[in-house]
């Protein structure tokens, strides 16, 4: 049911996304027109570009569309202007603007209408359509998609036309009219099958792909997502419609059980949204992942996703989103346990009363809670919850749904001691759900059956539903489903006193629950967020450069003002120059002539003229002389700024590069602390899988034999035997939690440690493994006692021991012998077996390294040796190892000697933890 409501998200972000697919080629070629346009054309080539770039690059997209409208309005242009209002709609609730988007959309359409533009008037009724799809204004949306429609049916615009039959499908789907949401997403594949833009026809084939496998159709979505594929590889530019294609097909992956390629495609899709912001995608992708992980019991990576996913949703105003998530929430909440939260959840969604919440979430919300109040025993409540639900998907049609309220509904009547009624609707939930091909819902179904059959001692029915509910468990991959199944095959082995074979589901169970909660796929996920932490360090970094550049380019670009300046004021000069010396020449010329003409009478008044002219060039070129000086001082004035700004932008050049400097060694830092500290974690995780594993696994068996035993005498030997195991087990807890301090002061945990104490309790905590035949020696007495770490001392003991008894020769019996010696103020542990034995020249490189192993035949993962050597090195201490193959080999670990009196020393100057075994 949540898979469907996820791809209902995906197929609302309808109408932009093929066009903005257009080639760069195509962008470049408006970019340049623009530059040559004016008035009505101008606005048309604004307009188109906004049109490009919505989902793609924001900024350009509000540059372009208020340019746009602002022309427009100056030219009086109504209808480029009413485009341009209903492209800022288009923008703004994608962005999640929705008021906004509301008032300019509806804007757009009356200026369209004044301009009797239909074709815009058509493509912005759509608009508001897609835009209350969006806000689950379903009525509203239908009305709008109508209008459209009214418009371009009888139109030749086959895009839009297919883009109204696309939405239409979203808007069925939204409630839960499959028929009909199936029927327009086909006319509109069939309208893009003869239109030459393929991309439009692989956006529409990727969600029918997500419809089919909603649906549980697996095999058919792969069919429409390998077309949709073929088609967006031909378009390099088109990576939005192809993050999409993976996106869906990761989740198919996950249901086939391919993690590895599925957790790659996730990766990828999810870096590309966040990288171009296309956060509605994004928040799909990560409720995706939180169901996912939830399937395969991950609750805390499940959370972790589900709540950055609300975080986002909630910040963009995705109201629908958000329901849907914290319902999900609320069921990984059930599943750990924790009644109250998910049942506060559940009553938070019903009790809100949102409009803009799903009829499909509200009947989630519904089954939650009366699962919930199930558990709670309050069942009166829960049966009016969960028939609420029946009825709600009864009318809808969904089979899938159906199978789970009515299998929730029989738990129910289970808890209830009302097994024929639990039954009955066990049976009619089985039937659904094969009706849905729903493996989870037969799963589920199959085994509560089972579990009913058993309490009223129908056997061989039970073992048949249980074999059942196993195979559909392996098909959905349901972990959580199949550890059930394992305790209820091993209750119906006990009850039918076939106790080894209980014992033997009973360790299926343990060790698939401890295989589910220790997975690489989590580690993959963590590492994935320190990564995307270090991606952000280099964009700030990249920022601070950006910063200094563009500093380097004002101080540029002044200098160049500076020196055209400069020119022009030289120019200005030469030219003032020239205009003197023509004048001169010009007055020189006309006195000749003059002088000619005239009587030599008038020679003394044209010298007076030539006194007074000569007289007011000196005036002019005082008068010129003063401004040049006055321009030599604001050159100089503006020669000292630079220099002032050359100064400050040295400053803030020095300034950047320390920053920079203190982040990358921050960075580096931070990266060493990482690695150092899940080295850490690595080595007590192993560390705590080694030593409990034995204890653990032997108390569950020797406790189910108890139960099942009649005879008391042969009760207590199993009582006293889960005492001592129960003893080993604590000390091995003690020691483990002294391992988790002695990282930081390992010196305060110093003690008088007994070798032959030691080595007597690793053999204990290994009894399992023994099969009596065994030659076990030690011989202390050269050194019967060391100071030193008990916990680290008894864990190498225990690995040493372990890895002799694992890698047994078959061809003798085995023969271990421990000894213990002082040489040169250390002591010397050795520990001899008679085993397989390796080629230490072969694997000398390999030897005490992390999954390195010399033998494949025997289970295992290679971290003994690994965990070994970094505990003797804890304790300042070597180890070395000689071996042959098919000999055996002999570990000598070399640890240093301390002395009482230090012992005494360091208890005197450090207080005792409590539980450290150290005493003055």
Known sequence: MNCSKAFVFLCLLVIVSGHTLAQSKVIDSLEQRLSKASQQEKVDLLNQLTYEFITRDNDKVILYNRQATELSQQIGYIKGEAVAFAYRGVYEYLSGQFTAAHHDLHRGLTLSIQAGDRANQGYTLLQLGVCALEEVENDSALFYFSKSYEIFKDSSNAVTLSKIYRNMSALYGQRYDYEKQQLYLDRAIAIRRLLPDKILLADALTLKAGNMFASGDLDGAEVMLDEAELLVKDYEDDAEDFNDVQ??????????????????????????????????????????????????????LSLNNLYDALKLSKQQGFEADTYSIRNRIGWVNFHLGDMMQALRIANEALGSGAKRQLQGDMAEALMLKGVVLTELHNFDAARMALDSVIYIYTRWGDDRALSEALMNRGLLEAAQNHPARALALYRESIQRAENSDYSYGLAWSQWAAADVYIHSGN???????????????????????????YNTRRDLLAAQNKFKESLKFSMLASTLKDSVHRTDLARRFVNLEKTQEIEQRDRDIKVLQKDKQLAEDKIHLQESRLRQQYIL??????????????????????????????????????????????????????HLYHEVSEQNEEIQTQANKLAESNRNISDLNRGLERMVAEKTLELRTTNEELVKHNNELLQFSYTVSHNLRGPAVRLIGLAELAQAEKDIVHVQRWIELISKTASDLDIVIKDLNKV??????????????????????????????????????????????????????????????????????????????????????????????????????????????????????????????YLIKAQIEVLRGSIEVESELGRGSTFRVTLPLILEESLQHTVHNQPAEPGSGISE
């Open 247 to 300: 996106h869906l097909r990761a989740l198919i992956f996950f249901q086939k059980g391919r993690f590895g390629e599925a957790v790659a495609l996730f990766d990828s899709a999810r870096v590309y949204y966040l990288k171009k912001l296309l956060i509605r995608k994004y928040i799909t992708l990560l409720t995706d992942m939180g169901k996912v992980f939830s399937d395969r019991a991950e609750y805390e």
């Open 459 to 485: 056997y061989t029915e039970a073992t048949r539903l249980l074999d059942l509910s196993e195979q559909f468990c392996h098909r959905a991959h349901a972990n959580e489903l199949l550890i059930r199944n």
């Open 569 to 622: 004021l030289i120019a200005g000069f030469i030219v003032i120059a020239l205009l003197a010396v023509l004048v001169f020449v010009y007055y020189r010329f006309y006195s000749r002539i003059k002088t000619l003409n005239k009587v030599i009478t008038d020679k003394n008044k044209n010298i007076q003229a030539q006194a007074n002219q000569l007289q007011q060039m000196n005036a002019e070129l005082k």
């Open 740 to 865: 988790l301090d002695l990282r930081n002061e390992p010196d305060q945990y110093l003690e008088v440690t007994e070798l032959e104490k030691e080595w007597k309790q690793c053999i204990s905590l290994l009894q399992d493994s023994f099969t009596g035949e065994e030659e076990i020696v030690a011989d202390f007495h050269a050194l019967p006692r060391i100071i030193t770490i008990k916990a680290m001392l008894q864990s190498t003991f225990y690995n040493l021991l372990s890895n002799a008894i694992k890698f047994r020769s078959p061809e003798r019996k085995l023969a271990v012998t421990a000894t213990s010696k002082s040489v040169d103020g250390k002591a010397i542990l050795e520990i001899r077996d008679n085993g397989l034995g390796f080629d230490t020249q072969l694997h000398k490189e390999k030897l005490f390294k992390l999954y390195k192993r010399f033998h494949t035949h025997v289970e295992g993962r290679g971290i003994g040796l």
